[in-house]
């Protein structure tokens, strides 16, 4: 949308790369071929990707872009709408890049906490971004760290109420009973961020994409780092959305063990949030993390306010009863210590 395109930004262009056809390429400075033709610069607006995403999607590739990990488009987005100053609104506990990314681009961040860590009260959620004038509101769905979700109901009823940019931040969508549609010919507000690091299990390539209208999508190219993704990643990226029934057997299985070991930390006494994500969320003591590091089993632990919080990546079934033996260890040793 280029309402609340920052003033600074009008002014700019989008990046424009040739692309007349060629017999002698002499015009980027590139070195000679002696790998593979990497001696290229990438495929700068990374066409054939979005071609690709855009017939899964039953999108326009105008309405798709690739970023170099879906955290390089959150930075991209800020870059483009936010001004100095201004207030980007999120829930709490949340993903915490997107308080980074606020402050590195000189805005405000308000976090909204969640009632017990799970529920959103949307009216009163609604109230603060227009009593903060929100110019962008950010909320990942399912939630990272909670795993919770906010209803498609109360997204939109969000999106429809507000005068800013929501960014929906889907990276765990695959894993959740939410539609996979998204809603942005709907609402122009709106940019829906997704990943290849999660459900598709490719975070070592770097690549996430945005869908949103295209006049947004033509907003975040000004400021979009030339060739921002690699030629590498583009290629895997091609070839991994041809897979799809490996990594559909992959959400399946994560989700049943995401349900084996709810049950499992259930039977110990400990209450996992209700969790669509390929995590779980839970209160435990203090030292438990350290306790498991000590056995090699490293899960997420949190500071400040969240100190006692943990968060468990569910892995494979021998990865998961890795954690649990562990785990019963560390139980074991702290009953005997009392
Ligand atoms: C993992 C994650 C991302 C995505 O990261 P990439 O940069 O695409 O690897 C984005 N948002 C949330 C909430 C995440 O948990």
């Known amino acids: 949308m280029y309402k609340y395109l920052r003033e600074d930004v009008k002014k700019l262009k989008p990046y424009q790369v040739n692309e007349i056809k060629y017999k002698i390429k002499l015009d980027a400075n590139e070195g000679i071929d002696w790998m593979d033709g990497l001696n290229k610069y990438p495929d700068d607006t990374c066409k054939s990707l979005r071609e690709k995403l855009g017939e899964r999607l039953n999108r326009k590739p105008s309405e798709i872009l690739i970023g170099n990990g879906s955290s390089e488009l959150i930075g991209y987005i800020m870059n483009a709408y936010l001004e100095i100053g201004e207030t980007v609104l999120s829930i709490w506990p949340t993903f915490s890049m997107y308080e980074i990314y606020t402050i590195i ?90 990943t290849f690091s ?43 959305l041809d897979k799809h029934e490996e990594i559909d057997k992959n959400i399946e299985m994560v989700k049943s063990e995401r349900e084996r070991i709810r049950s499992y930390m259930e039977s110990k006494g400990y209450r996992p949030l209700p969790s669509q994500g390929n995590f779980l969320f839970f209160k435990g003591t203090k030292d438990l993390g350290s306790k498991l590091a000590n056995k090699g089993v490293l899960i997420r632990g949190f500071g400040g306010e969240l100190e006692g919080y943990y968060r468990l990546t569910i892995g494979t079934v021998e990865e998961n009863n890795g954690f649990i033996k562990g785990f019963e260890e560390v139980l074991n040793e702290t009953e005997q210590s009392y």
């Not at 390539?205 to 000004?222: F, K, P, Q, S, W």
């Open 198 to 240: 999660k459900a598709m299990a490719l975070a070592g390539i770097r690549l996430g994409y945005m869908i949103a209208h295209e006049n947004t999508i033509d907003c975040v190219n000004r400021i979009r780092s030339p060739y921002n993704v690699n030629t590498l990643t583009q290629d895997v990226g091609i070839k991994a």
């Open 105 to 194: 681009n000189k805005g405000k961040y308000r976090k909204f906490p969640l009632k017990d860590m799970v529920d959103l009260d949307v009216t009163a959620f609604i109230d603060l971004a227009k009593e903060s004038k929100a110019k962008l509101v950010i909320i990942s769905n399912p939630n990272n760290p909670t795993g919770t979700v906010i209803s498609m109901e109360d997204i939109r009823r969000i999106i429809s109420s507000l005068d800013a940019m929501v960014i929906l931040d889907e990276a765990y969508i695959e894993f959740s009973d939410l539609p996979i549609e998204d809603y942005t010919r709907e609402f122009e507000n709106l940019i829906v961020l997704r």
